[in-house]
Nanobody, 125 residues
Framework: QVQLVESGGGLVQAGESLRLSCALS????????MGWFRQAPGKEREFVAA???????TYYADSVKGRFTISRDNARKTTLQMNSLKPEDTAVYYC???????????????????WGQGTLVTVSS
């Protein structure tokens, strides 16, 4: 069974940085686009960033452009570098992957195949 394992959440102060990682586990030969979503308390889940399976194409939500960077370490792992964090970035961050969706479909509400368990990011003011 293919699963996503996330790591790297925690508590930081505004202006600081944090790095999230997400890795695919289980046997698979598929090519997965991967991305990140987040859900703040009392709000709906929203798209954050996505990267193509080869790592050459990326997409970002307007709210994180210029502060967050998504990268592809290899075919099975992605990293989200979050700089200049703000209190409004506080949320549970979820990694998602899909072998049939392009990275460009991640911001469009597509029902993605695999989701991680989520990791909490808290930014204090």
């Amino acid at each position: 069974q293919v699963q996503l394992v996330e790591s790297g959440g925690g508590l930081v102060q505004a202006g600081e940085s944090l790095r999230l990682s997400c890795a695919l586990s289980g046997l698979t030969f598929s090519r997965y686009a991967m991305g990140w979503f987040r859900q703040a308390p009392g709000k709906e889940r929203e798209f954050v960033a996505a990267v193509s399976w080869i790592g050459g194409t990326t997409y970002y939500a307007d709210s994180v452009k210029g502060r967050f960077t998504i990268s592809r370490d290899n075919a099975r792992k992605t990293t989200l570098q979050m700089n200049s964090l703000k209190p409004e970035d506080t949320a549970v961050y979820y990694c998602a992957a899909d072998p049939r969706a392009s990275a460009g479909e991640f911001p469009k509400g597509r029902d993605l195949e695999i989701w991680g368990q989520g990791t909490l990011v808290t930014v204090s003011s």
